[in-house]
Every structure is written in structure tokens, then in C-alpha cells.
């Protein structure tokens, strides 16, 4: 119940197109859900997070699209660029809970052609 | 730069022995979290401690220990090391247990056993 499930593995998007990252929970209790971006050699950094009482939330180019219902949550990246290319992580986790861990998805390696 | 700060960056030890990997959280930051990804692998999460005390625990080995000191730096002692211990460790910071929800992340300290 704590697994985060993340597809696809890996993500090939021409340059100007859109990408898309799907995750999916089980456990109902998650009420935190961040994105985050990690370039090779360096650590994971936050991307844009949403709490499940909004369904979309927009940083830029950035835009997770949350469906509580259907557990599910999925970042889009619009206009997606070379430098965009990275590995993207979703995690979840409570909030409320003292020192709840969070648990991330297996990741996503996103190449933006040029 | 996320301000957390892990030594060393490298590190190459053979089977049977003993590493300590350190962090510095950001200032001000109350909680260290440890990660370890392996090759191609999510970040799974080790343990988390918060002003000192131990807060949740993960998928940590009996072989691996960690502590949260006084000034709020933190060690991960690995003992007894086999191959598959090799991987980056990542350690990550917060202000509060993780209900204010943003991790920053060091660069990792990369181990390899040999």
C-alpha cells in the first residue's frame, strides 16, 4: 500500500512537444504529492507539488493534472526543451503523520531531442 | 546549490569493510533524511531522523546505522560491506519532520565496493 507506481521507464519527446509522466497510489492516506527533477551527477531537486484538493496545478511549463478517484497523478511537461532532459521522480506522502517517510516512484528518464 | 552538504562525493572501499558517510543539513533544518539509489534504480529510503532522535525507518539493513548529532550533522555508518552495497546515498534535509513537504537533497555521496 506504501508503493508509488511511475510509467513510463523511460520517455523519448521531440523538442517543442509535450511530455507526459503517469503515477498511480494505493494508499488513500497520501496527502502530499511533490515532482521531482534529478540531473545526472547531481541530487533529486523539487519540481512542483500538489495537495489532493486541487486537480491541476501550473508552474510554467509544468503542470500536474491530480485525479483523486482514480489515484492517480500525472506531471505534463508543455513545450518540453533539450535542457529539460533528466530523470523525473513522483512521491507521495502524509502529511499529517509525525515523521512519515516519503515514497517515491522508480523514476522516469526523460530525453529531449533537439 | 540546495545547501545540504555530504562527504565524501567518492568513495572506494572493498568487501568486509567499514565507511561513514557524513551530512550537513541546510541551516535551520530540523530533519536528515538517507537515501540510497542503486544503478538505474528510485531512491528508497533509509531513515530519517529529526532534532536528534530517530523518526521513521525504512528499508535499512542491520549492517547500517545512522545518528543525528547535536548540531544537527549527520552520519550513516555502513559495516560489513558487500557488492550490492554499492550505489549513490543520498541525504536530504527539511525544516520540520517532513510536514512542511519540500526535501532538498545533496549531491550524494557515490560508493563503490570492491
Known amino acids: 500500500q506504501q508503493q508509488v507506481k511511475q510509467s513510463p521507464q523511460s520517455l523519448i519527446v521531440q523538442k517543442g512537444g509535450i511530455s507526459i509522466i503517469n503515477c498511480a497510489y494505493e494508499?488513500?492516506?497520501?496527502?502530499?504529492f511533490p515532482w521531482y527533477q534529478q540531473f545526472p551527477g547531481k541530487g533529486p531537486a523539487l519540481l512542483i507539488a500538489i495537495r489532493p484538493d486541487v486537480s491541476e496545478k501550473k508552474e510554467g511549463r509544468f503542470t500536474i493534472s491530480f485525479n483523486k478517484s482514480a489515484k492517480q497523478f500525472s506531471l505534463h511537461i508543455m513545450d518540453s526543451q533539450p535542457g529539460d532532459s533528466a530523470t523525473y521522480f513522483c512521491?507521495?506522502?502524509?502529511?499529517?503523520?509525525?515523521?512519515?517517510?516519503?515514497?517515491f516512484g522508480p523514476g522516469t528518464r526523460l530525453s529531449v531531442l533537439p | 546549490d540546495s545547501g545540504v552538504t555530504q562527504t565524501p562525493k567518492h568513495l572506494i572501499t572493498a568487501t568486509g569493510q567499514r565507511v561513514t558517510l557524513r551530512c550537513s543539513p541546510r541551516?535551520?533544518?530540523?530533519?536528515v533524511y538517507w537515501y540510497q539509489q542503486s544503478l538505474d534504480q528510485g531512491l528508497q529510503f533509509l531513515i530519517q531522523?529529526?532534532?536528534?532522535?530517530?523518526?521513521a525507518k525504512g528499508n535499512i539493513l542491520e549492517r547500517f546505522s545512522a545518528q543525528q548529532f547535536p548540531d544537527l550533522h549527520s552520519e550513516l555508518n555502513l559495516s560489513s560491506l558487500e557488492l550490492g552495497d554499492s550505489a549513490l546515498y543520498f541525504c536530504a534535509s527539511s525544516v520540520g519532520t517532513g510536514m512542511d513537504g519540500e526535501l532538498f537533497f545533496g549531491e550524494g555521496s557515490r560508493l563503490t565496493v570492491l
Open positions: 531522523y529529526y532534532n536528534g532522535e530517530e523518526r
Open positions: 494508499n488513500t492516506a497520501f496527502d502530499y
Open positions: 541551516s535551520g533544518d530540523l530533519s
Open positions: 512521491a507521495a506522502s502524509i502529511i499529517r503523520n509525525y515523521g512519515q517517510n516519503f515514497v
